[in-house]
């Protein structure tokens, strides 16, 4: 699973960096936000090689979801349905739609969905980063509450905007640049108001071992050095939930940012998450 804010701009380049050349995967499933007016469909298919087939996609202007699966996987592919909403944002020269987009869909047993999402900017809006999460946690697939209900495996990825704060940028970054970025998770707003229990009750996520993943200077891996100078924050994010009583279990296997990557302001995050359907203990008598 990969999420990445694309500013705007798009390089082929990074795109097949982006899905990468070990496709021993199920389900390659791409949450972006900001996407250029270009057809990144038919990009991201290029980029795969063939190796994978279009299982499903639903966009909203610039903001766009799909999942891909091993080629002729179609038939293990059930129940599929598509989900829009938006919380209005729209600003500047490129397209900045906020809302979220998401995908239902059963693969070889298993009920999942994915939300892609992007929430307000700025560091102040937390509140209403949180009631958007809610929102929209109540709004996607409404009309078909069985959805919600029968998903085993729900996973929340994209550009969900929560700030470090309590810290001015300089001494952010000298933790950042002396590998100390660890220490700044106490001041994570996500984490903050999770344990709050205000947002994604139940999620699990990996840990933060990776460098905030914004904001950069477009084409290096050096932080903002414009006037304002923000704080480095991991506003990219992806969280997954099993559902109670389920019988699955799931394993995250690496949660990481894509450094190398540099057509942004945003570096991409992937997760590799495992799962599988559980053995059914035999009782004997």
Request: charged share 25%.
């Amino acid at each position: 699973m990969v999420t990445w804010n694309m500013n705007g701009k798009v390089s082929y380049e990074d795109l097949e960096v982006l899905v990468g050349t070990n496709r021993r995967f199920n389900l390659l499933v791409i949450g972006l936000q900001e996407v250029p007016r270009c057809n990144i469909k038919q990009l991201l298919q290029s980029a795969l090689d063939n190796t994978h087939c279009l299982l499903g996609k639903t966009i909203m202007q610039s903001l766009q979801l799909y999942v891909f699966g091993p080629k002729n996987s179609e038939s293990f592919t059930k129940e599929l349905k598509a989900d829009k909403q938006s919380i209005g944002g729209c600003g500047g020269l490129i397209r900045r739609k906020k809302g979220a987009v998401a995908i239902s869909i059963n693969f070889k047993g298993i009920q999942m969905v994915f939300i892609s999402c992007h929430l307000s900017a700025h560091e102040h809006n937390v509140e209403k980063r949180n009631s958007q999460c809610r929102h929209l946690s109540h709004s996607l697939f409404s009309k078909h509450r069985n959805i919600e209900r029968a998903a085993q495996i729900t996973v929340w990825l994209g550009d969900l905007n929560y700030r470090i704060q309590g810290i001015d940028t300089i001494p952010a970054r000298n933790l950042i640049h002396n590998d100390l970025h660890g220490l700044l998770t106490s001041k994570d707003q996500l984490l903050q108001e999770a344990e709050r229990g205000q947002i994604f009750e139940g999620y699990c996520e990996g840990t933060l071992a990776f460098k905030p993943t914004y904001k950069y200077n477009v084409g290096s891996s050096n932080y903002d050095t414009s006037y304002k100078i923000r704080v480095p924050s991991w506003t990219d994010r992806i969280l997954f939930k099993l559902e109670d009583g389920c019988n699955i279990d799931a394993t995250l296997r690496s949660y990481d940012s894509m450094d190398h990557i540099d057509s942004s302001d945003h570096k991409p995050v992937k997760a590799h998450l495992c799962v599988k359907v559980k053995k059914e203990k035999m009782h004997h008598q």
